[in-house]
């Protein structure tokens, strides 16, 4: 027991409700981990240890009573520290709210806890999620735990170094351009960005926008199935939210399926470092026993669409703040330029990639391509700006590879797919039409079985 903190969280759910490890003492194998490797990393920025501690008693009570046990009893999580938790510092990454101190917990942190976790704290962010690369003017940057000089990515940075790290067992994130995919290609670790609406989030101010998503992170895709069925399901308060509930695919097996496989979504510039380990994701689901077939694609209408939403959902929810930061209030004066037209464009172009890629998913059952067009680049670097020699705009270009598959309103996955020369992990990102989330982790269990990619920890 004394890597209990790197068993898987299926496997502590397994020992807690066994009797052979209490929900304390797994909690305090963790807490003991924070303590030992969090210095290093800057992934939990505000640990919650008296209140985890006293849930952690009352759920090994509720189990010495006999009383009904949720699946994820007894297991310690940590919340992005964009989502309120009740009396727990939520910042947002921000300095505007660096003492803000919430009455109630946001939807995904209630769920959780009604599904037996343990909160332990908040995880690192940017402010308001904004880019992916994790660091703020509150705590700093967050490191990787495979190369303590480079960015863990972002903007659930924190959630993914503390899974690599062994810190927690699970994480929730978000994701508008990628955010739970990038941090977990970049930490060699699982994130999912749901079908928009199947895991709800409350909005006061824009209950229609459906660029940014709640989800799940874990060190395999059984624990990010398991974490994403506790999380998922109608809430009447989200317009969008499906109704049906959440069910894993029985079937393990991707032999038959039709596998597209796009090395560059059409034409992005991708490092050759990231582009050699994702080539070898196609020989792997051939092994499989997929049928492979390299496509082209045209997603750059993608781009327009995404900017455009993108800009008017940052001058609508933080367009009323003084003191921003830089990429935040970028964001905020592109937003106040956008007009009527620009919005009608948007929603056209977006209209338009909808109907073809349902046509695409039609022939193909899943798109495989990469997460983020780099490996982990130097932590002190506020983004990427070039990529094989070409220079890029803004700090939003370098994650076109995710952010063009947000628009898409389709579930995608990050799944570790190997490493860099250097030993810099780097993802493969798989993507299925709307709704078929199950397929999503299907697939990606597959691979990831077949790979064992996620096994390799980080030295810390």
Not at 301 to 321: K, N, P, Q
């Amino acid at each position: 027991m004394s890597e209990l903190h790197y068993l898987t969280a299926t496997e502590m759910a397994r020992l807690v409700r066994a009797g052979q490890v209490s929900a304390v003492e797994l909690l305090q194998a963790h807490l003991d981990r924070i303590e030992q490797v969090n210095p290093k990393v800057n992934a939990v920025v505000t640990l919650a240890a008296e209140q985890a501690l006293d849930a952690a008693k009352a759920a090994d009570a509720r189990q010495a009573a006999g009383e009904s046990l949720g699946p994820l009893h007894g297991l310690p999580v940590a919340h992005k520290d964009l989502v309120d938790t009740a009396h727990i510092r939520t910042t947002y990454g921000s300095p505007l709210f660096a003492g803000n101190i919430p009455d109630q917990d946001d939807l995904i942190v209630e769920r959780l806890k009604q599904a037996g976790a343990i909160s332990v704290g908040k995880t690192n962010t940017p402010e308001f999620g904004t880019g992916s690369h994790t660091v703020n003017e509150v705590f700093g940057a967050t490191r990787n735990p495979y190369d303590l000089t480079r960015s863990a990515g972002g903007s659930s940075g924190g959630a993914a170094a503390a899974l690599a790290g062994g810190m927690v067992p699970l994480a929730d994130g978000s994701d508008m351009g990628g955010s739970l995919r990038n941090p977990a290609s970049f930490c060699n670790v699982v994130g999912l960005r749901p079908t928009p609406g199947r895991v709800p989030s409350i909005s006061e101010n824009a209950a229609w926008y459906t660029l940014a998503v709640p989800g799940p992170m874990a060190r395999t895709v059984d624990d990010l199935t398991l974490m994403l069925s506790a999380i998922a399901g109608f809430d009447p308060r989200v317009p969008y939210s499906i109704m049906e509930t959440f069910a894993p695919d029985p079937d393990r097996q991707v032999g038959g399926l039709r596998v597209a496989w796009s090395p560059d979504l059409g034409g992005l510039p991708v490092d050759p470092r990231t582009a050699a380990v994702t080539a070898t994701a196609p020989e792997v689901f051939e092994r499989l026993g997929a049928h492979v077939e390299q496509v082209e694609l045209d997603l750059s209408d993608a781009d327009d669409a995404f900017r455009i939403y993108r800009a008017w959902y940052y001058a609508l929810s933080f367009g009323d703040l003084e003191g921003l930061g830089p990429n935040t209030r970028w964001n905020v004066e592109q937003g106040r330029q956008i007009t009527g037209a620009d919005l009608a464009r948007a929603e056209r172009l977006r209209t338009g990639l909808y109907h073809r890629m349902a046509a695409f998913f039609d022939t193909y059952d899943v798109l495989i391509a990469p997460v983020s067009q780099v490996p982990p680049f130097p932590v002190e670097h506020p983004y990427v700006s070039e990529i094989n020699g070409e220079q890029l705009p803004d700090y939003l270009a370098w994650m076109r590879s995710a952010y063009w598959i947000s628009v898409l309103h389709a579930p995608a996955a990050s799944v570790p797919a190997g490493f860099t020369p250097e030993g810099l992990p780097v993802g493969v990102q798989i993507v299925a039409r709307p709704f078929a989330d199950a397929r999503v982790l299907r697939v990606a269990r597959a691979f990831e079985q077949a790979t064992g990619h996620g096994l390799r920890r980080p030295e810390l």
